[in-house]
């Protein structure tokens, strides 16, 4: 069983940056692709990006694209997601996941593990 924990998390301007981290336990990362999904209030959970087991393919949504960065360092079993020139549309509750491949993990019926979440908020 793999628990993921997600932070770095916080309050930002718009335009800012945050770096978020997810480190697993219990089970070895390079095991599983690895993605994030976000969840604003009052909607549902969405994809944002995910990279393959070695890291050497990544999926983004459009929202992501050009602005977010995932990358992966197996040894520390911690995954990332740089995230810069933040808008306020971008504030959600982000988690990170864990499942099979990148592109498995697009959905949500694709994940099999999944991280607590870390509030990120962006102010105009």
């Known amino acids: 069983q793999v628990q993921l924990v997600a932070s770095g998390g916080g309050l930002v301007q718009a335009g800012g940056s945050l770096r978020l981290s997810c480190a697993a336990s219990g089970g070895t990362v390079s095991s599983y692709a690895m993605g994030w999904f976000r969840q604003a209030p009052g909607k549902e959970r969405e994809f944002v990006t995910a990279?393959?087991?070695?890291?050497?393919?990544?999926i983004s949504a459009d929202s992501a694209k050009g602005r977010f960065t995932i990358s992966r360092d197996n040894a520390k079993n911690t995954v990332y997601l740089q995230m810069n020139s933040l808008k306020p549309e971008d504030t959600a509750v982000y988690y990170c996941?864990?499942?099979?491949?990148?592109?498995?993990?697009?959905?949500?019926?694709?994940?099999?593990?999944w991280g607590q979440g870390t509030q990120v908020t962006v102010s105009s």
């Open positions: 990279v393959a087991k070695k890291g050497d393919f990544t």
């Open positions: 996941a864990a499942g099979n491949s990148a592109s498995s993990i697009t959905a949500m019926e694709g994940v099999d593990y």
